[in-house]
């Protein structure tokens, strides 16, 4: 099992590219798999008449593996990479023999938190992404170390935030406004895990993380200093040592 792929599934509303600082240190050592998920990046939004669901993007996720013929991987995720990740779980938990959720969590989005999800939706349909979405994600993704000291990540996460396409976003939100509660999910999946979480993440926080950590059977938990809801480009090394430290597949 040593040589097990890592697959790593984006936050909202970015794209693949945020894995890039952690990209070179794994793939020392394992084999790094980072798609775009439907409607972002440069993976398009498939037509279709269902209600948005992750139950969808973690059907991607499963096509990709038998494309690649991929029995098993280490699943992860990035706030919405980590929902996608539990839809998968519950939709194949064969294919998943680890678990990396980072900056995420596993409970339901409260009814005004949902509602906030499809205002921002409509509102990337009939405005587009560029000019607001950003400036209103900024604050919340990015701690205020790194917004006060780290202007390159600054510009790159708008940077990548305004690049989306407006239907993707949409479509993104509205899933997410509709995912329903992982924690029995989670209880139930004995595989290894590794929940990573920013201490000054404001939207997953650390308490919620460690609740997460604890519900694993197999669960570890690490915090990291000064960072946001964006670990993965606040502090790429952290990230990588975290992992590659953990990785229970000798």
């Known amino acids: 099992m040593a040589d097990l792929p890592l ?29 775009d998920q439907r409607g972002l990046g440069r993976t398009p939004l498939p037509g279709t ?14 096509a990709l593996l038998d494309k690649l013929e991929l029995e098993q991987v280490v699943l992860g995720g990035c706030s919405m990479g980590g929902y996608v ?8 938990p064969e294919r998943v023999a680890g678990l ?23 509102r990337a349909e009939s405005e587009g992404v560029t000019g607001w979405l950003a400036e209103a994600m900024l604050p919340n ?34 899933a997410m406004a509709d995912r329903p509660d992982s924690t029995a999910l989670l209880a139930a999946t004995d595989v290894p895990a590794l929940v ?15 609740a997460m950590a604890e519900t694993l059977p197999s669960g570890e938990l690490v915090v990291v200093p000064q960072a946001g ?19 229970p597949f000798a």
Do not use: C, Y
Request: charged share 25%; hydrophobic share 45%.
């Open 7 to 35: 697959v790593l599934l984006h936050a909202f509303p970015v794209d693949a590219r945020m894995w890039n600082p952690v990209r070179g240190g794994l793939t020392t050592r394992h084999r790094l798999i980072t798609p």
């Open 49 to 62: 008449d269902r209600e948005p669901s992750l139950d969808d993007a973690a059907r991607d996720v499963v």
């Open 85 to 92: 990740s539990m839809a998968v779980l519950r939709a194949a």
């Open 100 to 122: 990396v959720l980072i900056d995420t969590k596993a409970t339901a989005d409260a009814p005004e938190a949902a509602q906030a999800r499809r205002d921002l939706a409509l």
């Open 141 to 174: 993704v990015l701690s205020a170390e790194t917004r006060e000291t780290r202007p390159d990540v600054v510009e790159t996460v708008r940077d990548l935030i305004d690049s989306q396409p407006p239907a993707g976003v949409a479509w993104a939100a509205r």
């Open 196 to 210: 990573i979480v920013g201490e000054d993440d404001g939207l997953t926080p650390p308490h919620g993380a460690q």
């Open 229 to 247: 809801h964006l670990t993965p480009l606040e502090a790429p090394a952290m990230v990588i040592e975290a992992i590659l430290g953990w990785w």
